[in-house]
């Protein structure tokens, strides 16, 4: 497809960027943390790291991984932390002993921690306090045998730290009081890693950085290689999008979105690290009084979110009351923005809410409106940077522009595959780098691209993807039940929700009993909101269930 949307690139971003501009995220890093190592590089909890400790601390991190637990170049570790600062150490140090990250949620059950630990074949974990008791649970179904446990303010400086851990623990009771006997410290192998010595490992950008856990385009969950080169170049993507509004070392960056998700990742953690800003790190964004309570005390510049956080603070009084002089950027991504929100959050704030789109297997950004759109304009924006785009019917032929069809992507961001999967993999990349999207949208004469909608039936709740196999199965396990269905519906709250059809085997069976069953098998965001009866579900005539009829 030609590249209409190049004429309206504002002035000063790119046609192309240099996906080389660094051999490996670890030369990013290093390269930034040498660069402005005496600015404040990360704030969570009232705490601040400079680039400086960023350096000390993750190499720290990295020469015990190596030196003690004898990891080597592409084993894999999985990360299961919430927004503090012990993640980007982790993270960075992980990488620069040439390790694969994989990120858990840590709100996963036990069920769906061990299918991504045993898929990742991962005998390495790092974990919040807060969430051991789901990692014990799961030691006598995996390999796990390094067990590095983590209390929420453990970077922060002494006294503080001891006193708000003290809180966590014992008097807001968010830690299990059982610890896993042979759990190891972070904060001592800290102490101990600064005391070794630390091998560079050679790492290229061939080399994967990440294993990221999504259900793709098909809901089965896989994992998406990420390569180093993937990262650099959606991170300098990025950067070449929103670099003509900023100002390089001083920006501040508002991270709410758990950085365990790609768009937080790439578009907050990555990308202004390598600009040299304050990450703000928001480890509760679902406590709205307590994060504006933090937006009061920096002035911020940038922030990335979902709708739903957006709206949530554009609903909250004491939001309406900050200073937003300083605010140059706020970017939907996720899940779609609303008008209703967009419209509302210029009233409030005096700039533009606009959006961006991306997907897990494209690191993740593919495109984005223009930062100097006047306001939100209903599309996802126009492409990227070095981003191809074509716009295909069922056959695979390229459509005229204006009509509908499946977005189909190619550019340097594109993952190198689905871990051990290469079924799932051909099915979504073709032999020529062309990633299948499975949304459906249209592009117009100016080059933006507007979704219509959605290929598969996944649902969309507060930008997280919900398949509705999964939650079938969990919820046709259930004695009780002889058939059921999974749809989204609309929900002012989060976006979408998720609504089960059931038809009963057992008929004293409640929607209270199933909803409590459902949470003890599947993280928040994939539990039914609604449940509904049904004596029968619709049917085709060889017996498949018709979702398409429910939701009408």
């Not at 990891?71 to 570790?77: A, M, N, S, T």
């Not at 223009?370 to 492409?383: E, M």
């Not at 069922?394 to 290469?422: D, T």
Request: aromatic share 8%; with cysteine.
């Amino acid at each position: 497809m030609e590249k209409i949307w190049l004429k309206n690139y504002p002035e000063g971003v790119p046609a192309e960027i240099n996906p080389d501009a660094y051999s490996s995220l670890v030369e990013l890093l290093e390269q930034s943390c040498d660069k402005y190592k005496d600015q404040p590089a990360l704030r969570n909890l009232g705490c601040q790291l400079t680039y400086r400790q960023v350096t000390q601390l993750s190499r720290a991190f990295a020469a015990y991984l190596q030196q003690t637990l004898k990891l080597k170049k592409g084993d894999r570790i999985a990360l299961m932390m919430p927004n503090i600062l012990q993640y980007p150490i982790a993270l960075f140090g992980a990488l620069q002993a040439g390790l694969v990250i994989v990120n858990v949620n840590p709100l996963y059950t036990t069920p769906e921690l061990v299918h991504q630990i045993n898929d990742a074949k991962t005998d390495t974990i790092v974990v919040l306090a807060n969430f051991t008791a789901v990692v014990q649970r799961a030691l006598s179904q995996t390999q796990l045998k390094n067990i590095i446990v983590t209390e929420i303010a453990d970077l922060c400086s002494w006294p503080k730290s001891m006193l708000i851990n003290f809180v966590v623990k014992y008097i807001k009771h968010l830690v299990p009081l059982r610890a896993i006997p042979r759990a190891l410290s972070f904060k001592k192998i800290l102490a101990e890693g600064s005391k070794l010595s630390f091998t560079p490992v050679v790492v290229n950008g061939s080399d994967i950085a990440f294993l990221q856990y999504t259900g793709g385009t098909t809901g089965i969950v896989k994992g998406a290689m990420l390569t180093h080169r993937n990262m650099v170049a959606n991170v300098e993507q990025v950067l070449a999008w929103i670099r003509p509004v900023l100002t390089e070392g001083k920006e501040v960056v508002i991270t709410a979105i758990p950085m365990y998700h790609i768009f937080s990742l790439t578009s907050s953690c990555l990308t202004f690290l390598r600009f040299g800003g304050l990450n703000v790190l928001i480890t509760n964004p679902r406590d709205i009084p307590g994060m504006v309570a933090e937006l009061a005390k920096v002035p911020f510049t940038v922030i990335p979110a979902v709708n739903t956080l957006f709206n949530a603070l554009a609903n909250n009084l004491n939001f309406s009351k900050l200073d937003f002089s300083t605010l140059k950027i706020a970017l939907g991504g996720g899940a779609a923005v609303q008008h209703a929100v967009a419209d509302q959050w210029k009233k409030i704030t005096g700039k533009s809410l606009l959006e961006g789109y991306g997907l897990t297997e494209a690191s993740p950004v593919v495109c984005a409106a223009p930062l100097n759109l006047p306001a939100y304009n209903g599309s996802i924006g126009l492409p990227f940077p070095s981003t191809d785009i074509s716009i295909r019917n069922e056959e695979g032929e390229e459509l005229a522009l204006g009509e509908v069809g499946e977005l189909c992507v190619k550019g340097p961001q594109v993952m190198l595959g689905y871990w051990n999967n290469p079924e799932e993999t051909k099915n979504v990349l073709s032999a020529d780098g062309w990633l299948r999207t499975g949304d459906i949208v249209r592009m117009d004469e100016d080059g933006f691209i507007y979704i219509i909608d959605r290929k598969k039936d996944m649902i969309l709740v507060s930008g997280f993807n919900v398949y509705p196999n999964e939650v079938e199965d969990v919820i046709a396990s259930h004695p009780g039940v002889f058939e059921v269905a999974v749809i989204g519906v609309a929900d002012a709250a989060t976006g979408e929700a998720v609504k089960a059809f059931v038809v009963k085997k057992d008929p004293n069976l409640t929607s209270e009993e199933l909803k409590a069953f459902c949470r003890e098998r599947l993280t928040g965001y994939k539990r039914p909101k609604y449940i509904e009866f049904r004596s029968s579900l619709p049917k085709t005539n060889v017996g498949k269930i018709l979702r398409r009829a429910l939701r009408e």
